[in-house]
């Protein structure tokens, strides 16, 4: 049994917010890089551009890379051979976050539903946790914006729907999405489980690194024609024309019910952050 003291918890934490908010991704600017190659639109392959310098001005001066800091989001991989001693988990990543965001001038962007009254730190944090084997614990912190996440959607489809179904529900989200989540976007969708599990696998499937190949071949290859068909929508990058309308589609799946058909459609903007550590 290895002990880790839940203040080294917090101080990652608060790293990982002040970084994933300020710090691009390598794969969402070669992301960029490829999408200008392709561009029709000549005002598309300039807003390309300015995301670009964007994420430069960024990292140099340690800068948010959109004023909607988003919600702070937490996978949490906890090895069941890690004891936690100097106090509660939760908490230690809940000052993490309040430490990121107060420190990194992070905007505070979580209120109460009703009064929107805001909670002032940017918790709580949603925390997804899952206990793995070993003695490590991995850690990763993906602020999630606003407007994109307002433009995601569950739906359960009846079985008869296959793959066409698929296919039709979530070209037709990103078509009414429109500009709203501020492309171009990555698209991550979840199939299968139940309610609550297919929006965690959308969710989950845009932490996936932009560029890489999904290991099923069969989602493989459907990524790649809903992302042929959304791209011939015509939105394009901030929503002003051309054919970068999303960078990719990310698909995660797991069995369902029998008379169950779940999909979720999570967009991502292009404000594509996430960071992670192990310790
Ligand atoms: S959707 Fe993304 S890029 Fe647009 S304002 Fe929100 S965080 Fe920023």
Excluded: W
């Excluded at 914006?145 to 569950?154: D, F, L, P, Q, T």
């Excluded at 489980?193 to 499937?205: C, F, P, R, T």
């Amino acid at each position: 049994m290895r002990e880790i003291d839940v203040k080294l918890i917090t101080e990652k934490v608060r790293d990982l917010c002040m970084k994933a908010n300020t710090d691009l991704g390598e794969d969402v600017l070669q992301a960029f890089d490829r999408a200008m190659g392709e561009e029709e639109s000549p005002l598309g392959v300039e807003i390309l551009k300015e995301l670009k310098e964007n994420a430069r001005i960024a990292k140099e001066e340690k800068v948010p890379i959109c004023q909607d800091t988003g919600f702070a989001i937490l996978f949490i991989e906890l090895g069941q051979d890690v004891h936690l001693v100097g106090g509660n988990l939760n908490e230690a990543i809940q000052e993490g976050v309040r430490q990121g965001y107060k420190d990194g001038y992070l905007r505070k962007s979580i209120c109460h539903p009703f009064t929107r009254a805001n909670t002032g730190d940017n918790t709580p944090a949603i925390i997804h946790t899952e206990v793995v084997a070993g003695d490590k614990i991995k850690m990763t912190v993906a602020p999630k914006g606003g407007g994109s996440e307002n433009m995601s959607r569950v739906t359960m489809l009846t079985p008869s729907d296959g793959i066409e179904g698929i296919k039709r529900f979530v070209v037709q989200r990103v078509k009414e999405s429109g500009s709203n989540p501020c492309p171009p976007t990555i698209v991550g969708v979840g199939i299968g489980g139940n309610l609550e599990q297919v929006a965690l696998l959308a969710k989950k499937s845009l932490l996936r690194p932009l560029g890489s190949k999904n290991p099923d071949p069969e989602l493989d290859q459907l990524e790649s024609e809903i992302l042929t068909e959304i791209n011939h929508l015509g939105i394009g990058p901030q929503g002003l024309g051309g054919r970068t309308t999303s960078l990719a589609v990310h698909i995660l799946m797991m069995p369902c019910h029998i008379a169950s058909f779940p999909l979720a459609v999570n967009i991502q903007c292009h404000a594509q952050r996430h960071k992670e550590t192990i310790i």
